[in-house]
């Protein structure tokens, strides 16, 4: 019996842990992939306070030391099921717990294009971070118009030969700041007012063929694309236990009580006004604040 159950070890999940673990519970956490969450991805973090600059790879394994130094314990499986007992089922085992924190976060939104899953790593990413460095020299393309975009955008004009930054819109949801970075690169093209309709190739992805508002076809050739359109939650699993928007997002009022009484969420799985380090961070600790106190 576990005093509380993390499902995601992201900024919101492992600052659940920290908290939890500093006031003697004993706890498990869960996490499918690789700690960190989304913020690992972050090249640069400018927007933490207390922190003038740092990488979001830095942070995340900062916060993982942090927890791994109290002993908190990790396990690499993928939740399936949350009975309202409170017992959570994985992969490989059922576990029990007088707490569950559901931390799961979100999770980069696909094209839905035929050919896309079975171009990835073929050429099509997720994560200009994590790949960019496979496009040296080479032609890329970057799908969206929010932060990520912008950011993706800079961080690989310094590693490819050329980048073209696809938006649907005329304006574009990321920050001026960002933008104005941006318009000074000569090896960037923007292709305003267009969305990407076909992922053409054999083996790998050779192509991108774009459809713009009047509805003309253009096809551009390209050796990779970073696909950066924002993120979607994947809560269906937690659907019996918690209540979820239209949108999938858990819904927890203003604060982390889910509907049922010891069930918790924390981060951006939730339906909240920001999602940021902060607020993750924010929510893991007042997350495992309540369970604790309720626990007691
Ligand atoms: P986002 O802000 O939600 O932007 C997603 C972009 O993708 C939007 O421009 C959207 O277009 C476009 N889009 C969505 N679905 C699409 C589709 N099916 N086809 C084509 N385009 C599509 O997502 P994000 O950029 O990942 O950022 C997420 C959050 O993290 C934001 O709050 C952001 O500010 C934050 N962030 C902050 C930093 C930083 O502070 N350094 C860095 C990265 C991210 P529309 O604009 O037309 O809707």
Known sequence: M???IIIGAGPAGLTSALYALRANKKILIFEAKNYGGQIINASNIENYPGISSISGFDFATNLYNQVKNLNGEIKYETVIRIE????????????KGKAVIIATGVTSRKLNLPNE???????????????????????????????????DALYLSSIVSKVYLIHRREEFRGDAKY?????????????LN??????????????????????????????GLFIAIGQ??????FSNVVELDSKGYIISGDG???KLPGIYVAGDARVKILRQLTTAVS??????????????
Do not use: R
Request: net charge negative.
């Open 2 to 4: 576990y005093d509380i």
């Open 84 to 95: 309202e007992d409170k017992t959570v089922i994985t992969n490989k085992d059922k576990y």
């Open 117 to 151: 899953e079975k171009f990835i790593g073929k050429g099509v990413s997720y994560c200009a971070t994590c790949d960019g460095n496979f496009f040296k020299n080479k032609i890329v393309a970057i799908n969206g118009g929010g932060n990520t975009a912008l950011e």
């Open 179 to 191: 933008l104005d970075e941006l318009k000074k690169k000569d090896n960037i093209e923007f292709i």
């Open 194 to 223: 267009s969305n990407i309709v076909s992922l053409n190739g054999d083996e790998n992805l050779e192509s991108i063929t774009l459809e713009d508002i009047n509805n003309n076809i253009k096809e551009i050739k390209i050796d």
């Open 232 to 237: 979607e939650p994947k809560n269906a699993v």
């Open 256 to 258: 982390v009580h889910t």
């Open 283 to 296: 929510d893991g600790s007042i997350a495992a604040t309540i369970a604790i106190k309720e626990i007691n």
